[in-house]
């Protein structure tokens, strides 16, 4: 059966900025979050199954390699997502556990980095970035390294910096990254 094993963190909401109290994962979404979801062994029924590729409402299952992440690495966070794949993902896993699950707002993504403490001062502790990744030694790029393998912020949060980038909801309905990636020097991290 499908096992998605992963903690939330209620943050407090801010009235005076419109911010409702939310709830968001300690960490990043992992491969082995998305591996039912990606080889669709959550369902058994092989219509539904080609239904749901022929219409794009799941990803193709990745191989070997891409992106430098190789099938060992389930641990690491899931990467290369197009927004409409997070938020299908998160239909999915609401669909599975009967709550609700939604990228956050981008005032939610800040106010959450606000409150467990800001930019880290000491960057390289708290986020994995272009100068201290680990480097995929067939690619020879900086690769994503486990979720939680640094330290979290204050509110018990991981890799809101750093590691790879995360996918919020503008106030204009558009879509954007924020929190930067491994590709992203130290200078270029921001909240």
């Known amino acids: 059966g499908t096992q998605i094993d992963f903690a939330m963190v209620r943050v407090p909401g801010n009235p005076e900025a419109g911010i409702e ?60 997502m197009t927004r409409w794949t997070a938020e299908i993902y998160c239909d999915w896993l609401s669909e ?21 403490g800001g930019l880290p001062s000491d960057l390289d ?3 994995w970035h272009a100068g201290n990744a680990p480097e995929n030694e067939t690619w020879l790029i900086p690769k994503s390294a486990p979720v939680a393998s640094k330290q979290p912020n204050a509110l018990g949060l991981y890799d809101m910096f750093g590691n790879v980038a995360e996918w919020v909801i503008h106030p204009e309905g558009i879509h954007i990254i924020v929190g930067g990636s491994i590709n992203n020097p130290p200078a270029e991290i921001s909240a």
């Open 96 to 116: 599975l556990t009967g709550r609700r699950y939604r990228l956050p707002t981008l005032a939610e993504w800040r106010h959450a980095a606000e409150l467990g």
């Open 125 to 127: 502790a708290a986020a």
């Open 21 to 80: 109290p939310f709830y968001i994962a300690t960490h990043e979404v992992t491969w082995r979050d998305m591996y039912d979801w990606m080889y669709i062994t959550d369902i058994e029924d092989p219509q539904r199954i080609a239904r749901l590729i022929e219409a794009g409402l799941r990803p193709s299952p990745l191989y070997e390699l891409q992106q430098g992440y190789q099938v060992d690495d389930r641990d690491n966070p899931a990467m290369g």
